[in-house]
């Protein structure tokens, strides 16, 4: 049954058949590569994977926002955030797979 998601246990399953990794050791690999994003990440740098994107940390300022229910305006504090931006070899990979539906 698919959720419509991919999964860190898919992730391992699929380096398992493609490469002959053992369950263990696909699940490590896995494991090991979100942590080493996340490290970098949390040092303050940018991940950047060739053919895939580029993840960076952005500083948003704090502002007035207003509440979609009562519309009262409610201060916004600033925060940083992780965003995610597409190589275009992604971004092209995708549209063409898209777009033969």
Request: a positive charge.
């Amino acid at each position: 049954m698919s959720t419509g998601t991919v999964t860190r246990a898919d992730l391992a399953e699929a380096l398992y058949k493609e490469i002959g990794l053992s369950r263990t050791e696909s699940a490590a690999l896995v494991e090991s590569v979100i942590d080493h994003i996340i490290d970098a990440l949390i040092r303050g740098e940018s991940v950047k994977i060739a053919g895939f994107g580029t993840f960076t940390l952005r500083d948003k300022k704090e502002r007035i926002g207003r509440n979609p229910k009562t519309g009262e305006e409610v201060p916004i504090t600033s925060r940083r955030v992780l965003t995610f931006k597409p190589s275009q070899v992604m971004r092209e990979r995708v549209d063409t797979a898209l777009s033969k539906r």
